[in-house]
């Protein structure tokens, strides 16, 4: 999902770029107005004591290049609707899709569909603004 997000914000990389993760305790320290040079010390020290497993990044892991690299072959091919809010990006449409699959010899099988979508929905909730 971080892939897709990070697709449709323009963010993605291909180097692993851990983001700092806030939790409540940092939240909370920021609304109490503590300096935020202590607060950024702060995550960083739990950024560095932490598995990188366990961060967030918008690079791709090993196991998504594949899908990554499908979704990216046929990410202009987007069903959108209109809407009274704006245009609502619905997801890909797999038939026109296919074209650039088969240009690129792109073989969808299930598991690779499956992370597809996954990349998909994750896009698509980022270009809706949060919104489904």
Known sequence: MAAGRAWAKGTLSEEPHIERQEDDAFSDAKRFGIDETIIVTMLDQQNHNRDISDQAFNGVWPDNVKAVTAFVAGCSQWRTVSTPGGVLFVGLDYASA???????????????????????????????GGRS
């Open 98 to 128: 296919r074209v650039a699959w088969k240009a690129f010899r792109i073989k969808i099988k299930k598991d690779l569909f499956t992370r597809l979508q996954v990349i998909e929905f994750a896009a698509a909730k980022a270009m809706n």
